[in-house]
């Protein structure tokens, strides 16, 4: 087992390192349910899974704790599969690695899962504790909440009694979370025609690497390039001085919830513009980076490689590209009602080609767009796949999930905020986030739960930088702890 499981909070630290351990990419959990069950039922404890695959667990109030409110939590136990395109891990089999570097955990090249595996680590240790007050307990955690929310949204009515939810999902250290961004997925697929490489073409690969990419709620107003629209910038240059361009490949971006940090693309050009394409590349590239300045590390090339099978068919390769160019990417409108929040925003998460089923050529194109109104969510959507639709691809919108409406007259969230200011001196920060949580979708089976989020530190989420602040895990440890010992009496 890691070092990290030495680290203090002991408790806590024991089950994130065991939770490193198992592989749990989103839509594959079962081995980390399988364990959590195990976990379960060793300890005598209620465990039961719900008809998705949620996890349910319950434990009675100890001694002296018998008369309080029941109190619920919940976390996600599946991580986001993101690594280095350099890193050999493979997400279905592998261990993450993680290491101590400095005050923060990271991991080797993927990944970490501090994305939601401290939130769950801090349940299990609840749980498992013979020492620590508290009333009686209910936890939920759920399946696939990075990919797609399956597991909220499948949540149905009856298997709690609690009126009190603590969601241990969110991200700095010293702020309550109180309200969310709504998503939609926009998918597309632009078909084309597979045409054999012009005699006398000589391929090359661009590749654009280096970027900082990160969560696509929490990072998308940071200005962060996307390696999407970087190559396609680049190619679009370059054929516009070179009309005989060809695409013949891309890759870009993996996940829908993770700003894009990578893309491969193959093109091929007349033998005779070999040069000419590295000078138009080379000049584009020099602009690029001097306009992203915050993304010091992005390293663009372009070098020749072996020929392709085939490349687009010239109207279709005209018509992606301009799409791509007309797609909104990044922040679409910032919160007129909450100062420093993005309202809508989208993110141009993957661009691939590919055969499909029927043995046809098509690009595949996947964006996120985020909202705090889900009325703009739903628009902001259609305008996004308009740009596509009109370029002749087939557009849907589908994967939606609410937002979740502040209150701030919270009953929980007085306490909270009262137990903060007796252990630190001060007020926490109070906020909305444009990321995704799970309460906005658990307040329709549950409209009686009065939730708040809260959680440590953690830095580069949906990324190989992904990070989480040590002392800040210490300290989310400890005012959990009395969070919970404050629990009102029914």
């Known amino acids: 087992m890691s070092t990290i499981a030495e680290l203090n909070p002991a408790p806590l630290w024991k089950h994130f390192a065991k939770l490193c351990e198992i592989p749990r990419p989103s839509k594959h959990e079962d081995q980390v349910v399988a364990y959590i069950v195990d976990f379960a039922k060793n300890r005598g404890l209620d465990v039961k899974l719900d008809q998705i695959g949620n996890i349910i667990l319950k434990k009675p109030a100890t001694a002296g704790m018998e008369d309080r409110k029941i109190l619920a939590m919940q976390s996600h136990v599946d991580m986001v599969p ?89 991200e700095d250290e010293g702020e309550l979370y109180v ?115 915050n993304e010091a590390k992005l390293d663009i090339t372009l070098e020749e490689c072996d020929a392709p099978d085939s490349v687009l068919d010239k109207e279709s390769q005209r018509k992606l590209v301009l799409a791509l160019r007309a797609c909104p990417n990044g922040v679409e409108r910032m919160s007129t009602a909450l100062e420093g929040i993005a309202d809508t925003s989208n993110n141009l998460a993957r661009v691939v080609t590919e055969a499909t089923e029927s043995g046809n050529s098509q690009v595949r194109i996947q964006c996120l767009v985020r909202s705090l109104s889900d009325s ?22 589908d994967n939606a999930y609410p937002g979740w409406t502040p209150n701030m007259q919270s009953p929980l969230l007085a306490l909270m905020k009262d137990v903060y200011k007796d252990m630190e001196g001060k007020e926490p920060e109070v906020k ?33 930088e992904e990070r989480v602040h040590i002392e800040s895990v210490g300290n989310f440890w400890d005012y959990f702890l009395k969070v919970v010992a404050a629990i009102p009496q029914q």
């Open 179 to 293: 309200g969310c961004a709504g998503g939609v997925d926009v998918n597309v697929a632009l078909p084309y025609t597979a045409e054999p490489v012009p005699a006398g073409h000589k391929a090359f690969k661009l590749s654009v690497r280096g970027l900082r990419g990160g969560h696509s709620g929490l990072d998308i107003d940071k200005g962060r390039g996307n390696a999407n629209k970087i190559a396609n910038r680049v190619i679009d240059v370059a054929q516009t001085e070179i009309p005989e361009l060809r695409i013949a490949s891309l890759d870009g971006g993996s996940l829908r919830n993770a700003i894009p940090r990578e893309s491969f693309s193959t093109i091929t050009v007349p033998a005779e513009e070999s040069a000419r394409l590295q000078e138009i590349a080379l000049q584009t590239i020099t602009v690029i980076k001097a306009e992203l300045d």
């Open 376 to 397: 703009a969510r739903d628009q902001h959507g259609l305008n996004v796949a308009a740009a596509f639709a009109l370029a002749g691809a087939d557009t849907s919108l």
């Open 432 to 464: 909305v986030i444009h990321a995704g949580l799970e309460c906005g979708l658990l307040a329709k089976p549950y409209p009686n739960w009065d939730m708040v989020s809260f959680g440590p530190t953690i830095r580069r989420a949906h990324s190989p």
């Open 82 to 170: 993101q690594k280095n395109a350099d890193t050999d891990h493979d997400f279905l089999t592998d261990s993450i690695k993680p290491y101590v570097d400095g005050e923060w955990i990271t991991a080797e090249g993927t990944t970490l899962g501090a994305d939601n595996g401290i939130g769950v680590a801090a349940i299990l240790a609840l749980f498992e504790s013979t020492d620590i007050p508290h009333p009686a307990l209910e936890a939920l955690l759920t399946i696939d909440e990075e990919a797609g929310m399956t597991g909220a949204k499948n949540l149905q009515p009856g298997h709690f009694e609690a009126d009190l939810l603590l969601n241990l999902d969110t």
